[in-house]
């Protein structure tokens, strides 16, 4: 299966609070867990990624948590802003000839309130 | 000095029109890709391109054909254009990794 199921589909949080944004897989064969951040009008912009031989990876407020036998990765915004207000995309990643197959989630819809 | 540029920024046209969009990128990266986002913000990937050669085709409709001019051009000709072609479309690239860097888009309405 090459699905990647994201939730939730929107999340409020008041500034400072630390929204957790969860995916599940299926397909084995990923191998490279990228996180992408899009807001309103521009591309989807890499935030973060994760191999999964890696239980954790943390760059700046953002955090990757992965569980390789529950095949699920989660993002964790720490002291959420509103600046990050934006909708959050999981995906999963596998080599495909020269080139990697992208697959995404769904996206969360984040609001951070002030 | 952007990443990764695609023009038009928007198009609207008739339906069974022909179009295209263009895109470039200037990071010396071999593979490019086409990815579609609907109106419900799912993006998925229609094509991908390593040194212009058509790598990944995902069952998209003939009527969509990619050109690979250069390995720093990827071009999306669109033919007999339907409603349900109204989308975002955007081009990407990378290099010898799976970090890929997506382009601003292009938002293409169909009347």
């Known amino acids: 299966q090459q699905q990647v199921k994201q939730s939730p589909q929107s999340l409020i949080v008041q500034k400072g609070g630390i929204p957790i944004i969860n995916c599940a897989y299926e397909n084995t064969a990923f191998d490279y867990f990228p996180w992408y951040q899009q807001f309103p009008g521009k591309g989807p912009a890499l935030l973060i990624a994760?191999?999964?031989?890696?239980s954790e990876k943390k760059e700046g407020r953002f955090t990757i948590s992965f569980n390789k036998s529950a095949k699920q990765f989660s993002l964790h915004i720490m002291d959420s802003q509103p600046g990050d207000s934006a909708t959050y995309f999981c995906?999963?990643?596998?080599?495909?000839?020269?080139?990697?197959?992208?697959?995404f989630g769904t996206g969360t819809l984040l609001a951070v309130q002030p | 000095d952007t990443a990764v540029s695609q023009t038009p920024k928007y198009l609207v046209t008739q339906m069974g029109n022909d179009k295209s969009i263009k895109c470039e990128q200037n990071l010396g990266h071999d593979t490019m890709y086409w990815y579609k986002q609907d109106s419900k913000k799912f993006l998925k990937i229609m094509f991908s391109y390593n040194n212009k050669e058509l790598i990944i085709n995902e069952t998209v409709p003939n009527r969509f054909s990619p050109k690979s001019p250069d390995k720093a051009h990827l071009n999306l000709h669109i033919n007999s254009l339907e409603l349900g072609d109204s989308a975002v479309y955007f081009c990407?690239?990378?290099?010898?990794?799976?970090?890929?860097?997506f382009g601003q888009g292009t938002r293409l309405t169909v009347v």
């Open positions: 990407a690239s990378s290099q010898d990794s799976p970090n890929v860097f």
């Open positions: 995906a999963a990643s596998m080599a495909t000839g020269a080139t990697n197959k992208l697959i």
């Open positions: 994760i191999r999964p031989d890696v």
